[in-house]
């Protein structure tokens, strides 16, 4: 199973909002709605931002919001802040499980 | 709290294998699935499988089939991720992760393993 396609980096200015897209196939992202978002600060383990693919697990800020269109899902970010800054991986249930390559994203 | 607490880093030679534990507390152990993942550096996350602790059923990605065993032991809430025939492309920080509503939610902070001669 062939990892999910992210943008390799992304970058906005603190207040403004980005979306970092997720593209899978037919077989795996538009299947299920199971895409679930990392976020993951240097040096630190991962952190659940999003599960299938829109829902917020409690204590995550409701800046983060998920959705799916076809075979591509996209987490946006509003009102970006700087603690924000960090790298951003997609994950797909689909009988296994795989994830994205991960995206950088940058807070000018 | 609940949380999954790794044991240490490991030095291993090629050709060895490595057992990394991953104990967990705050939360009832069998209640929800264990996956692992590692991180090469500078790299992405990678699913290696992922292990029911309440029956011991096993999940593993096709990369690592014949080389991975997860198993766990109940009496002390211990997963344990065991890969052998280690080589250098194996260096990497392996994570377990307690699996939720089809989400990671908590992460163990991460075990080093580096392979070398």
């Known amino acids: 199973q062939s990892a999910l396609t992210q943008p390799a980096s992304v970058s906005g200015s603190p207040g403004q909002s980005i979306t970092i897209s997720c593209t899978g196939t037919?077989?795996?992202?538009?299947?299920?709605?199971?895409v679930s978002w990392y976020q993951q600060h240097p040096g630190k383990a991962p952190k659940l931002m999003i599960y299938?693919?829109?829902k917020r697990p409690s204590g995550v800020s409701n800046r983060f919001s998920g959705s799916k269109s076809g075979n591509t899902a996209s987490l946006t970010i509003s009102g970006l802040q700087a603690e924000d800054e960090a790298d951003y991986y997609c994950?797909?249930?689909?009988?296994?499980?795989?994830f994205g390559g991960g995206t950088k994203l940058t807070v000018l | 709290q609940v949380q999954l607490v790794q044991s240490g880093a490991e030095v291993k030679k090629p050709g060895a294998s490595v057992k990394v534990s991953c104990k967990a507390s705050?939360?009832?152990?069998?209640?929800?699935?264990i996956n692992w993942v590692r991180q090469a550096t500078g790299q992405g996350l990678e699913w290696m499988g992922w292990?029911?602790?309440?029956?011991?059923?096993?999940g593993y990605a096709q990369k690592f089939q014949g080389r991975v065993t997860m198993t766990r032991n109940t009496s002390i809430s211990t997963a344990y991720m065991e890969l052998s025939s280690l080589r250098s492309e194996d260096t990497a920080v392996y994570y377990c992760?307690?699996?939720?509503?089809?989400?990671?939610?908590?992460w163990g902070q991460g075990t080093t393993v580096t392979v070398s001669s």
């Open positions: 994950c797909s249930y689909a009988g296994s499980v795989v």
């Open positions: 992760a307690r699996e939720a509503f089809t989400g990671m939610d908590v």
């Open positions: 292990m029911n602790p309440n029956s011991g059923n096993t």
């Open positions: 037919s077989s795996d992202v538009g299947s299920y709605n199971l």
């Open positions: 299938e693919g829109s």
């Open positions: 705050g939360y009832t152990f069998t209640s929800y699935d």
